[in-house]
């Protein structure tokens, strides 16, 4: 065989190694707020059922945010919620000095085009979080953090909730009452 082909065959496989993410529990408990095993015992199956009544339901548990955004990086789309989770923190800014700069920093990130986490919102909303970059204030990410909110809600969320790992994640939590 010749080096460039052996080359060419090595990358194939790194590749194909990032293309095989497993959605199973094993891999959510890597990021678990607290160490995994303790997480666990805290988390109750009525905990966890819950998060299968309403998205906000979800965001609104932070063991349902993390196993949430263990999903979203097996479908390489983790940007989406991590733009959720910032502006949600933008809001609770108070310094008005540190309010102009905490904005641009969300908007090269995430909003602006070719931003290295971009998320996939529509031209209008794009400009218009742009031209609320001029005067930023606490809602200047509103439109745009309730598109891609509902773009998760659509989309992300009911795959995750039938996907392999939320249904492991309930069935540990159940075997533990047992």
Partial sequence: MRTGQRQNKGMRTRLGCLSHKSDSCSD???ILPDKPNRALKRLSTEEATRWADSFDVLLSHKYGVAAFLAFLKTEFS????????ACEEFKKTRSTAK???????????????????????????????R?????????????????????????S??????????????????RRLS
């Fill in 28 to 30: 959510f408990t890597a």
């Fill in 78 to 85: 983790e940007e989406n919620l991590e733009f959720w989770l």
């Fill in 157 to 174: 969320y009911p795959r995750f909730l039938r996907s392999k790992m939320y249904l492991d994640l309930l069935s540990q939590s159940q």
């Fill in 99 to 129: 309010l102009a700069s905490k904005a641009h920093r969300i908007f090269e990130e995430f909003v602006d085009v070719q931003a290295p986490r971009e998320v996939n919102i529509d031209f209008q909303t794009r400009e218009a979080t």
């Fill in 131 to 155: 031209k609320n970059m001029q005067e930023p204030s606490l809602t200047c990410f509103d439109q745009a953090q309730g598109k891609v909110h509902s773009l998760m809600e659509k989309d």
